[in-house]
DNA sequence: TTGTATGCGTTATCAC
DNA sequence: GTGATAACGCATACAA
């Protein structure tokens, strides 16, 4: 294998002198730099990372924390952190934790995984103390994408004026009487996207005097199959139900839609349904929404982390993304 | 930072011995083991994955090339390499090609990308020539996980069979005219999962002595807005129009049931849907279509990689994987 | 601007 | 079963 070493000979230099010519560094003059280019194209040299971290202590890599990867916000952001990373020589390393399951497994992986990337970007999820902290002591540019985590810098929505926002629109439609699908039963975490958005409901209800029915709350997981689920003990409940519907997330919302469709439930004549997300099948069945990018919440992050990497301390830090509402047609007046 | 020189200190043994002690390789005496773990548990030592690395020339992390991350089969498959690693210590690497532009982007980067991993997992997509013999040129395990490419080994279901399976379900049904929207129009590409599956089709279509009338052919993206979008297009085509649509993927065929709602059009009184794929939101809105499981084909090919690794010698070899027909609402006899 | 020399932290090959 | 030591391939002070 071609090294270095044999790139110098050909060129007739120093290996230092390739190592900065390789790497765009300056204090190589034009001819040389020229040269060495040439020649390590034509040996085909490519440098060991391996050899090169080692050396500099650097991975040019940046590690991924994700709770899941094949649902729409992890899986966009996923999408985010790559755009970023490529072209740049940069790697990205995915570490997939799996639900609320078993987080302890990685309590010793982490340190692993230090040693192995430059950066991290934290993918909200579901922390206990132990592991907020241990992600304090994590000596590395660190940020965390979507729900916030008490101490870390966060991008991401505001989670609470996201479901303020879509439960006062039902209530200035003329509901009264809305029930609530949440992210999840979480009432021992005390910081989380379920529960924020939980309550950012119950203050909107409240705040327009309305009551809310503790029955009228039922709890799914984020997927579909359980917004599918969580329609059929809606209708179980008791005469008369609520009007409306607000569903933690627009894949919850879908499954309601599809399974009040099945039931001959009318929407938004019989009930009115929202989510929050703004999932482009969302778009094409007609669900009324609050709209966020976690593409762009992602490229954000990656550009805060590679931005500190770079020397620009500060760099990392909490800023609030884009959020919009979307009214569409899974909405409307309630007839009662 | 810890090294294992001051573990070897602190234990009283040489550099040597711990390092086989940690890796758990034999000819260490269970005493001395036990009591190295112990110690380097206490110095919180953890081994410089770089420096292994170079000395070994092993990197434990296996690559994934995947064309995109937010898609349903793609985010299913990275899943399911992920799971397969982790606890093996190994690490996966993401490298997100993006879909069909500007594929060339990549040739430089193969070169540095084989040096950071031991083995690539491939998810289909589509290649021309020239990558494909870049591939075949690559020296490490190699699998793709869907898709079939030319003389590589692959994972994955047998595509035509699925397509033609879903054909003649409808076929069976009494359905005589039936319209087609394709994945892409890739009519230039010799092997592609949007091409074999038309094929598919195709057949099935002719071999039961029906005709298909080419401007019943539409194309699509596989997303869900695409299938809107086809929708659409199919409504502008003269009466009579086909009395079924298979769609080459759930995906497209969403987005066509969605669209086909919204303009009053019964499924499947009116027209029959079909897809492939088993998407999850299929089951939710009574989609019929021929089901896969991608996470289970990308762990498969996890572990023929691993193996591979692992000195089994033609552990990575083409395998078909499971697929089934799932008849559900979406499907019934023409009315005319 | 360019060259020299040392260090980076393991693994692996021998001896013992 | 254990130890000494030479790679591994590059980065980087420091010197020239």
Redesign the pocket.
């Known amino acids: 294998?071609v090294?270095?070493?044999d790139v110098a000979a050909a060129a007739?230099?120093?290996?230092?002198?390739v190592?900065?010519a390789?790497?765009g560094l300056?204090?190589?003059?034009p001819?040389?730099?020229a040269k060495i280019l040439a020649t390590a194209k034509e040996l085909g040299?490519v440098?060991?990372s391996?050899?090169?971290r080692?050396?500099?202590g650097k991975t040019r890599t940046i590690g991924v924390l994700a709770p899941y990867v094949d649902r729409w916000f992890f899986g966009k952001a996923i999408d985010g952190v790559d755009r970023e990373l490529h072209g740049r020589g940069y790697n990205l390393s995915l570490f997939n934790l799996g639900g609320r399951t078993q987080p302890r497994e990685r309590l010793f992986s982490k340190a692993m995984v230090q040693k192995q990337i430059d950066a991290l970007l934290l993918l909200c999820m579901y922390l206990n103390e132990e592991e907020i902290e241990d992600l304090h002591a994590i000596d590395m540019p660190l940020v965390v994408v979507g729900g916030p985590v008490p101490g870390l810098s966060n991008v991401g929505i505001d989670d609470y004026q996201a479901s303020r926002t879509i439960t006062e629109h039902l209530i200035d439609l003329g509901h009264r009487h809305i029930a609530l699908l949440h992210g999840q039963d979480d009432s021992d975490l005390n910081f989380s996207v379920p529960r924020i958005r939980g309550e950012g409901f119950y203050d909107a209800v409240h705040h327009a005097g309305l009551e809310f029915d503790p029955d009228t709350a039922l709890f799914g997981d984020f997927t579909v199959k359980s917004g599918v689920e969580a329609l059929r003990r809606f209708l179980e409940l008791p005469e008369p139900r609520p009007t409306a519907i607000v569903c933690a997330s627009d894949e919850m919302a879908l499954g309601v839609m599809f399974e009040a469709r099945r039931r001959g439930i009318r929407i938004p004549e019989d009930l009115s349904v929202v989510g929050i997300d703004g999932h482009e099948m969302g778009a094409a069945v007609g669900l009324t929404t609050v709209w966020q990018d976690p593409t762009a919440q992602a490229r954000r992050g990656t550009r805060m982390l590679l931005s500190e990497l770079g020397g620009d301390e500060g760099a990392v830090r909490p800023e609030k993304a884009e959020q919009r509402l979307i009214v569409r047609e899974s909405t409307a007046p309630p007839r009662r």
Chains 1, 2 share one sequence.
């Open positions: 294998m090294g270095i070493e007739g230099v120093s290996t230092a002198t190592s900065r390789i790497r300056p204090r190589v003059s001819r040389t730099r040299y440098p060991s391996a050899a090169s080692l050396a500099s």
